[in-house]
């Protein structure tokens, strides 16, 4: 209750603070920020050359931990308070404001989708760099650096704190697990505001589309094509389930969308198989839309293998099971939130044409849980993103920078 | 027409022979018979020989060649004429009777199911040989130069022609391609009569049944399952082709069957597929059962394909195409026919206990040309065929040999 409370008055003070105290552009004039937007320029060829540095720690999926040590001595070295590693492998620290609230956290993803063994060595020509995860988020982890050191050389004190964050498990199977450590964990009910800086370019996302994965796994005894012909099929079954799930109903309007992406199974043309597979993908911005397709998904499975049992009159009969492989939750920041029309002002106000996107990133975890967040992205000009052809280009990449951190200042009053 | 009305001459003939001749029990008690008898039982032991040495030559699917060659030997060495090899990998060898006709084949085949590379050396406690193919079909090669040996050492002359062949192609994926060369090129419109010796037992086979397997593709541009949602996947329409397949209509009455066996494609949980595949089996021993199941499975791909067109509007559309990969024509030799009623004539007389069944081999070729056609087994005992454990009893195996000969006496009369 008093929690609750607290937030309230948090959410009530920063709309406040935003509509009717300092705005961002009026912000921008005072000496500690044009001070501190200075400091970010001049460190801008330390902080790409940091980037490079942390990029050629591999960091592939469940195994951060190398690269993550380099961030909590990064930390450490400028000066954040209480740099730790919490259970999952974020690397956590803090930079105390005039008060504990609101508590702010600005977060960037250590980990990569390059498997271990991927050379991860950076080359460089003229402005490009060119390695795996340069972009997606060396650079997120580099923008989390330069504002700390800005803020450092600027002595920039906010009104609340800001804690920084260098997170796990934010690609693909990681499954936000770092996310889910940090709100449900380590951090739980301590965190007012939430920003990730997420790859390259200038961008905002506020609708974080969730996701549910599947593993279905259809079994039956098998036996002869010929010689046992009349026994309940596992690969009928399934195709029985993939037709019910290709009907599938959708809204349009929040968007939500179904996958059957993969499928496996069987020994050989002429027996009955005794077991198959599918990987089915789900996914919504909306909750409670995610929760319907689900919903019917299980339904499907569940009247595909009754229905080949039935047709079979029960002979050999097969059973399916759905393995939950993946779960993003779903969830949105409203684009009225103080958040949103927040990182809004601090666009115009650098002369940033904003667009509100969609995505699946670290904001999902916050933004299903109704703490106000936001993913932004690292500045710079990013391309092959996932790809071992990924490149960034550091042109006028301060600019990503100053936008965190005039966003962070503005959230942290 | 000429051969039509040869056929029709042979067709009464034989049963004449067999309803108002000799009959097989008579003809037991005649002295060439009761000679060549004794030579099959004399001969055994060194047959069993050759049958371990033949199958200590490797014959993998589509390398018959090595064992062609062997077989090529003993069939001159046994003064057969006219022997020879054709295109295809078979070894023929003729024994001349008193007429041409009935020209009556005695085959059985060469090839193994067991992969290059696989040990082949045979083991030998007892009277139980342990070998791959040693029952399957090296049994029926013994027992063919078994028949070809006790006639000669009995020196009994057919009124017709044996045309004695070890055949290539027989299993799987061979696709019974030994069959289709002999009947279609080498001895196209020459034989009047066909008889397999295949594996072990007492067996007899006049049901042929036939099948048709196809590998399916289904294709379309793929991409991502959420930004590129609304796209025609391949997948989906695969299963909406199995699920119609499952709801086939068969006759039970000739068995006809069809199985989809194996599937496979897609490339990430997440990714619309842009290829996926099955295999599918079906079955019938009656061609027009087999046509029409087969007419059913390519009206429900082309219906599953459009119908996934027309659900997600022909964006990125799905294609299919079907390959067949195996083809055995569907045939039978009815019960009530000379060579069957010829056959269970023979199997009376000798004391055996015979039931008709239903198979896949080499028989299928000649049944569906309507050539009289059956498969008998070898004798002996076999158990694990097609597996590396494969075994043979050669207890009693000479019978085996001594039902072979009197029926291929009496049906070439």
Redesign the interface.
């Known amino acids: 209750m008093l929690r609750c409370l607290l937030r309230f008055l948090t959410a009530a003070a920063l709309f406040a603070s935003t509509a009717f105290g300092q705005s961002p552009a009026e912000r921008l004039k005072s000496s500690e920020i044009r001070a501190a937007f200075a400091a970010v320029e001049r460190n801008e060829p330390r902080m790409i050359e940091t980037q490079i540095h942390v990029c050629e720690i591999p960091a592939p999926p469940f195994h951060e931990d190398a690269r993550g040590k380099e961030l909590e001595r990064q930390f450490t070295e400028a000066g954040l308070k209480d740099v730790r590693i919490d259970k999952a492998g974020n690397v956590i620290g803090v930079r105390p404001g005039k008060a504990a609230h609101p508590n702010l956290v600005l977060a960037a993803h250590l980990d990569t989708v390059f498997p271990e063994g991927t050379d991860v060595h950076v080359t460089r020509e003229g402005t490009l760099l060119k390695g795996p995860g340069i972009g997606d988020d060396c650079r997120g982890l580099a923008v989390v650096l330069g504002v700390i050191h800005a803020l450092n050389d600027a002595r920039v004190q906010a009104s609340g704190t800001i804690t920084f964050v260098a997170d796990v498990g934010e690609e693909g199977l990681g499954d936000l697990r770092g996310m889910k450590q940090l709100f449900y964990e380590s951090l739980k009910g301590q965190i007012d505001e939430f920003i990730s800086v997420d790859g390259t370019g200038l961008g905002l996302t506020n609708i974080g ?1 969730g ?1 549910n ?1 599947y593993k279905v796994t259809f079994k039956g005894p098998g036996g002869h ?2 010689g046992a ?1 009349g026994m309940a ?1 596992p ?9 019910k ?3 599938f109903d959708v809204p349009t309007q929040p ?1 939500t ?17 005794f077991e ?1 597979w ?4 789900m ?1 919504s911005a909306d909750v409670a839309a995610l929760k319907a397709v689900d919903g019917k998904f299980h339904a499907a499975l569940k009247e595909a293998v009754e229905e ?1 049992n039935a ?1 079979w009159h029960n002979r050999g009969p097969v059973s399916v099971s759905a393995e939950l ?2 779960m993003r939750p779903a969830g949105q920041t409203s684009k009225d939130s103080p958040i949103v029309q927040t990182a809004l002002a601090v666009s115009r106000a650098l002369g940033i044409q904003e667009t509100l996107h969609e995505g ?1 990133t670290d904001s999902n975890v916050p933004m299903n849980l109704h703490i106000p967040a936001i993913t932004i992205s690292g500045g710079g000009i990013g391309s092959g993103a996932h790809s071992l052809n990924e490149t960034f280009d550091t042109k006028d990449s301060w600019k990503g920078t100053q936008r965190a951190l005039l966003l962070a200042v503005t959230l942290a009053q």
């Not at 996958?259 to 199974?265: I, S």
């Open positions: 589309v996701s994965r094509s010929y012909f099929n690969i009928q079954a399934m195709g029985r389930a993939i037709a799930i290709d009907a968007k969308t179904f996958n059957v992406g993969r499928v496996g199974g069987g020994t050989s043309v002429n027996a009955i198989p198959t599918m990987e089915v993908d996914r080949e047709r492989v993946g699946s």
